[in-house]
């Protein structure tokens, strides 16, 4: 056998290598958005896990500022920063569906008017912000409005109208409009804008209220129909802001790391409540299915088949992306409200009526099947090509006791992938299509996320520096870079110092994904310093964690069936391409 130090030094070079390729599935996913892309969107932030091949989950997105780490899982508010936003454009020429706008719109608009008449310096800042504002114009007037929208939601209440976090961790569609805050904070003062908030303060709180039960009923009949449970809560939020000086038809959902917003114009007490049922959906689906990627992945063949499609780029290059939208279509299908009232027998029916009975329920569930099955031929044609697949797996679904938490791992894996691609083959695709209500763009890296990019490109050197930048400033997840720093040196041979850096990580991380791993890498250095006791004891640590992954079980345990070896053909200088880090974490 090898030396100890010849070995630890191709460990070393191992375990650098794939440290490399855990930050694969990163890159891959910022330059692929995972949902559509339509003009009354707003600019999302999606971040999405890959715990098939990253040890530890991608960070989340600094939360908007509506956000409460506190609050409740699901809430319905408004914004003041909002409103200034809101009523900032009004003032500057954005009447978009004025006529079909709530009654507060005009009102708001009329006491603007009158304060700005009576004020040299109120017209004098409206018009510096009118003129940024018309300089900045997009010619989507969909694009045009989520900008603004984006950067509302990241911004302070007023007086300050600042934003929440640093301006590299904003929405990117936010920061093309940054500049408009200091011309913004002068009109708010020279109106006294805030004093216009407060009296029309009732009224908004009215709105809220009226929306109040219509999306409570909407989330408790989606929750009873995926049979999940309503008081679950795990971190995620999900948001509806409320702002009626914006167009009614443009509902604006987005996705922030883990939060979910949609923001909406009610107009006398009603939003267009189907696309934040969408959004909703999203909510509670994508989770489920981004714990499956491996899974998802065996339907790549899908893809070749909807390269004609009116798809948007995403769902021609994410597999992930158009599965999520196919169930989600699929579910509302499945759920869609056809106006048809439900078939009840008469009360007085006799033996003798039992046939005529059966012949006008089965007519009744012909009627609405007819009704539901519309809606999945037209995604189908627009090149949702798994609709039909999830509408008639949901139907078994419906049929059984189980969760669609503990039923969707079954739906994907038991798909017949072959089937599929020639039932989308026979497809005529139709020559437009629609998009995901929800938007995402990739958003921009910065700190920790940079860092795992070097490691991917094996500057271990670049890594390890952001990394402690990141301690020195308490500006990232110290567990999270101490695992960073702990992979960057065992690129320098240092397996005293990533003991060191695993146990720190260890002792501060609550991620299952990363405590799990800490201990199997643990172990395979011990392996390698013929500390096999010491080894066993920590792959069975990391098998106590229970991180829920198949790829953590299975290196654990493999740890404990043998110990782990270094590729026999392996140079001191390098690694070859049948070493650990050709393949995801063993």
């Known amino acids: 056998m090898p030396s100890v130090s010849r070995r630890l030094l ?53 939360p908007p500022a509506l956000v409460d780490p506190a609050g409740p899982a699901v809430s319905l508010q408004t914004s003041e920063a909002l409103f200034d936003i809101a009523v900032a454009l009004n003032a500057c020429g954005y009447d978009d569906e004025l006529a079909n706008s709530d009654p507060i719109r005009t009102h708001v608009r009329a006491q603007v008017d009158e304060l700005l008449q009576g004020s040299d310096t109120g017209r004098e800042a409206r018009d510096r912000l009118c003129a940024y504002i018309n300089q900045h114009r997009l010619v989507d007037a969909g694009r045009n409005l989520a900008q603004y929208v984006s950067l509302a939601l990241y911004l302070t209440p007023p007086p300050d109208l600042s934003p929440s976090v640093d301006q590299t961790e904003m929405p990117p569609d936010s920061t093309q409009v940054l500049e408009l805050l200091p011309l913004l904070k002068l009109f708010v003062q020279a109106i006294n804008l805030h004093a216009v908030w407060l009296s029309n303060r009732q009224a908004y709180e009215d709105e809220v209220n009226q929306l109040h039960e219509p999306l409570t009923r909407m989330i408790l009949g989606t929750n009873i129909y995926l049979k999940m449970p309503t008081s679950a809560y795990d971190g995620r939020r999900f948001l509806v802001v409320l702002e009626p000086m914006l167009a009614p038809g443009q509902t604006n959902a987005r996705v922030y790391g883990a939060d979910y917003v949609v923001v909406a114009s009610p107009v006398n007490g009603t939003i267009h409540m189907r696309e934040v049922r969408h959004t909703y959906l999203h909510y509670e689906i994508e989770p489920l299915l981004y714990s499956r990627t491996g899974a998802v992945d065996r339907l790549l063949p899908i893809l070749k088949t909807v390269r004609d499609a009116p798809l948007d780029f995403t769902y021609k290059s994410d597999v992930l992306a158009l599965v999520i939208e196919c169930m989600i279509r699929a579910i509302e299908a499945r759920t869609l409200e056809t106006g048809i009232p439900v078939y009840t027998p008469p009360a007085n029916a006799g033996r003798n009526d039992m046939a005529r009975i059966d012949r006008e329920r089965n007519a009744y569930q012909q009627k609405v099947a007819a009704l539901r099955q519309r809606p999945v031929d037209e995604s189908m044609v627009q090149g949702y090509v798994l609709t039909q697949y999830f509408y008639e797996a949901l139907e078994h679904f419906e049929r059984g006791p189980t969760s669609i938490k503990e039923s969707v791992g079954e739906m994907v894996y038991g798909m017949d992938v072959d089937f599929e691609v020639r039932r989308a083959r026979r497809i005529e695709f139709a020559a437009e299509g629609s998009s995901d209500v929800v938007r995402r763009t990739p958003r921009q890296l910065a700190g920790l996320d940079l860092a795992e990019i070097d490691l991917m490109k094996g500057d271990t050197a670049g890594a390890a520096q952001l990394a402690q930048r990141a301690l020195d400033q308490h500006s990232g997840d110290p567990a999270r870079a101490d695992y960073i720093l702990a992979l960057s040196t065992l690129g320098k041979n240092d397996m005293e110092g990533a003991q060191h850096l695993f146990e720190e990580a260890i002792r501060l991380s609550r991620d299952p994904r990363t405590l799990a791993w800490s201990h199997i890498y643990r172990g395979r250095i011990f392996d390698v310093q013929d500390e096999r006791d010491q080894a066993l004891s920590e792959y069975r640590l990391a098998l106590t964690v229970r991180d829920g992954q198949a790829d953590t079980k299975q290196a654990a345990e493999k740890g404990i069936k043998a110990p782990f070896e270094l590729p026999h053909h392996a140079e001191a200088g390098g690694a070859a391409a049948s070493s650990p880090a050709a393949t995801p974490p063993q």
Do not use: H, M, N, W
């Not at 191709?10 to 794939?18: H, Q």
């Not at 891959?28 to 949902?35: G, H």
């Open 10 to 62: 191709l460990l070393s070079a191992a375990l650098l290598l794939l440290c490399a390729g855990f930050t694969a599935p990163l890159c891959r996913a910022q330059a692929s958005p995972s949902a559509g892309t339509p003009a009354p969107s707003g600019t999302p932030i999606q971040e999405r896990q890959s715990p098939d091949v990253r040890p530890q989950p991608q960070p989340l997105q600094k």
